[in-house]
């Protein structure tokens, strides 16, 4: 009894100690009043879903690399017309380009945001890498939050071959054609423009940007580890969107 009284105050004086040493403070973060929050998700992991959803719901801002890219691509401008071939094929548009768009959408609209949610970027290592870095020197008011959603390629090609999405360039409404309310006349319940499927929504397309994906998550998944940010898991297997959105505002 002696023993075991005398070796919990010799634990408390080691953790008193410790203490004062500052082994337990936490390390000097600089102050942040601003989030930008990245969901990790293959294409068709319901990414884009659960951003729409933090807009509804939420007020949070969103802003998709896919389509400030597609935008870029209607324009036709230099930009566009680079990045399309690589698009058109479902491989990943170059960093470099994306970068540039990327920056340049957060220096026009960061400063009227308080909690932005990204779909689809940083999609690489080195743009998540590259983004860290443009946080870090141009916007330390910005904390990043990563949420990483898991599900099983195969729920992912069933879930694409249904999806629909707004023929308007500046709408780009996302649908399950299974759940449209009127199943004979495809429109967007939002601007009542045709409905259509993606070029890039066929399985082989989706089979190659599934690949890209896979060779390209676990390096980004490091990177954010390294660097600190807040990471969590959200299982989105078989779930309606309605439990994704409860589960993901328990995180948040
Ligand atoms: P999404 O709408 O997010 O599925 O993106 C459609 C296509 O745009 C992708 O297949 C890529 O070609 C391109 N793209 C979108 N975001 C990125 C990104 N962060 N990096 C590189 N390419 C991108």
Do not use: H
Not at 21 to 45: D, M, N, R, Y
Not at 66 to 94: I, T
Not at 132 to 139: P, V, Y
Not at 208 to 232: C, T
């Amino acid at each position: 009894m002696e023993k075991m009284f005398g070796l919990m105050l010799l634990a408390v004086v080691v953790m008193i100690t410790l203490s004062a040493c500052g082994v337990f403070s936490k390390k000097e973060q600089p102050q942040t009043t601003k989030t930008i929050l990245t969901f990790l998700g293959a294409p068709g992991s319901g990414k884009g879903t659960v951003a729409e959803q933090c807009v509804k719901d939420l007020g949070y801002a969103t802003m998709s690399t896919g389509n400030l890219l597609r935008e870029a691509v209607a324009r036709g401008d230099e930009l566009g017309k680079k990045a399309e071939s690589f698009m058109k094929e479902g491989k990943l548009v170059p960093d470099e380009l994306v970068m540039a768009l990327v920056e340049e959408w957060l220096t026009k609209n960061m400063p009227k945001i308080s909690t932005l949610v990204l779909d689809g970027y940083p999609r690489t290592a080195a743009q998540a890498t590259l983004f860290i870095d443009l946080l870090k020197n141009k916007f330390p008011e910005v904390a990043l939050r990563v949420v990483n959603i898991a599900i099983s390629d195969d729920a992912i090609v069933a879930r694409l071959a249904d999806r629909l999405v707004c023929s308007s360039k500046p709408c780009q409404a996302v649908y399950s054609r299974k759940l449209l309310k009127d199943q004979n006349n495809l429109v967007c319940e939002k601007c009542g423009n045709p409905l259509i499927r993606r070029e890039d929504d066929n399985e082989t397309v989706v089979r190659n940007r599934l690949k890209v994906y896979a060779d390209n998550v676990d390096p980004i998944i490091k990177v954010y580890k390294e660097s600190g940010v807040r990471f969590d898991e959200l299982n989105v297997e078989g779930k309606t969107v309605e439990a994704v959105f409860a589960e993901f505002k328990k995180l948040v």
